[in-house]
């Protein structure tokens, strides 16, 4: 799901996944096509150029579910006054991915929103599962890597991360 130039989807289907459906706006499907052919994995992925959060309710609307989900919207906001709002727009997709993930799914999700920390995207998922009656287990956590150098873990400069969930319905 926001799926750009199809980064973590080629990264799926060269781990194993055996089909991707990559959902972006975005006018770029001729891209992700034309890495999805060029890495070999032609006939495996599907590009759905579509909101994700209207794509998200036609699949919830159609009790469509999934093994894998992988979430990497732009960030939410550039704005430190707007983080509640950036973390109501986290919890709204959150809602809906648990809608339409299988017990056991794997579910990554990232954001490059620099006002958001990790532990305040792992306690948006937990506000959501528990709001929603789901259970997750964390599997691993990331940042960005050595071409986006930060002091510490606090530094504003810190942005780019993900979480990868199970996610076990009650």
């Known amino acids: 799901?926001?799926?750009?130039?199809g980064?973590?989807?080629?990264?799926?289907?060269?781990?194993g996944v055996?089909?991707?459906?990559?959902?972006?706006?975005g006018k770029i499907s001729q891209v992700i096509n034309e890495a999805i052919n060029d890495n070999g994995l032609a006939g495996r992925g599907t590009v759905v150029v579509e909101d994700v959060f209207q794509f998200l309710d036609k699949c919830v609307e159609q009790k469509k579910k999934y093994d894998v989900i992988v979430v990497d919207p732009p960030a939410?906001?550039?704005?430190?006054k707007q983080k509640s709002q950036a973390l109501k727009g986290y919890e709204k997709i959150f809602k809906k991915i648990l809608t339409i993930?299988?017990?056991d799914t794997i579910l990554g999700v990232a954001s490059?929103?620099?006002?958001?920390?990790l532990e305040e995207l792992d306690i948006s998922m937990k506000r959501v599962c528990e709001h929603e009656n789901v259970k997750v287990q964390?599997?691993?956590v990331g940042v960005q890597g050595f071409d986006h150098p930060f002091s510490h873990l606090n530094d504003i400069s810190n942005y780019i991360k993900y979480i990868a969930y199970r996610v076990l319905h009650k």
Do not use: M, Q, R
């Not at 799901?1 to 130039?5: A, P």
């Not at 980064?7 to 781990?15: D, E, F, M, R, V």
């Open 76 to 80: 939410f906001t550039k704005d430190p």
């Open 138 to 140: 964390i599997l691993d």
């Open 1 to 5: 799901l926001f799926s750009y130039c």
């Open 112 to 117: 490059c929103t620099h006002y958001i920390s």
């Open 18 to 25: 055996v089909n991707v459906t990559f959902v972006e706006k």
């Open 7 to 15: 980064s973590w989807g080629l990264n799926l289907l060269k781990a």
């Open 101 to 103: 993930s299988k017990e």
